[in-house]
């Protein structure tokens, strides 16, 4: 079972930047970022693969940015120009295919979330 450990959530103001941490107990080969507002469904952030491939939701386009560090099975969430709407639980997921994917359903495993607020 992989363990998903993630770090970095926090409050920050319209227009600020936070940066979230995820690390795996082992390799997995594709990682996500999905987050949950409150009263609302879990919806994909970010997502990348082991072979480079990135895949963003077109809320987020332009302002946040996902990297990893294979060698240490971690996944970088960068997120600038924050508003109030980014405001949610993100949550860190692996996966075992070789798909980049914004789909909840395409990942096997979980961390506990990390609450971002983000204050106008």
């Known amino acids: 079972q992989v363990q998903l450990v993630e770090s970095g959530g926090g409050s920050v103001q319209a227009g600020g930047t936070l940066s979230l941490s995820c690390v795996a107990s082992?390799?997995?080969?594709?990682m996500a970022w999905l987050r949950q507002a409150a009263g609302k469904e879990r919806e994909g952030v970010a997502a990348i693969v082991k072979n480079g491939a990135i895949e963003y939701a077109d809320s987020v386009k332009g302002r946040f940015t996902i990297s990893q560090d294979s060698a240490k099975n971690t996944v970088l969430l960068g997120m600038n120009s924050l508003t109030p709407e980014d405001t949610a639980m993100y949550y860190c997921a692996a996966g075992r295919r070789w798909i980049v994917s914004l789909n909840s359903g395409a990942y096997n495993y979980w961390g506990q979330g990390t609450q971002v607020t983000v204050s106008s």
């Open positions: 082992e390799y997995t080969v594709s």
